[in-house]
């Protein structure tokens, strides 16, 4: 009884190749954890009558935080005013009239 391994040897240096690949591509990505994407991607949008949960201020603080900065970011899709969260939050936190 003899056991043929004519298509072992490849398949062993596939397996080999396929680990080393694998463990190229998980040190990558474990060079990346706690280090994000530094890119500005703002897809979270707000409504205006929604910035008060977000902010944590009162409705009446929100009108007047707005109509005393109309330069606040914001973006108008068919009628309605959407502030996109984390560029609104840098924009608060980078102006000097709110420190």
């Not at 298509?7 to 990346?32: E, P, V």
Request: net charge negative; proline share 4%; glycine share 10%.
């Amino acid at each position: 009884m003899e056991i043929e391994v004519s298509g072992l040897g490849t398949g062993l240096i596939l397996l080999a190749i396929g680990l080393a690949l694998m463990g190229y591509f998980i040190g990558k990505g474990l060079q990346n954890m706690g280090h994000p994407d530094k890119g500005h991607y703002y897809h979270l949008f707000i409504k205006e009558n929604d910035l008060e949960f977000y902010l944590n201020l009162n409705k009446h603080e929100i009108e007047e935080l707005l109509e005393k900065h109309p330069n606040a970011p914001q973006i108008e899709l068919k009628g309605t005013i959407y502030y996109p969260y984390r560029q609104f939050m840098e924009w608060i936190s980078s102006n000097k009239d709110f420190k």
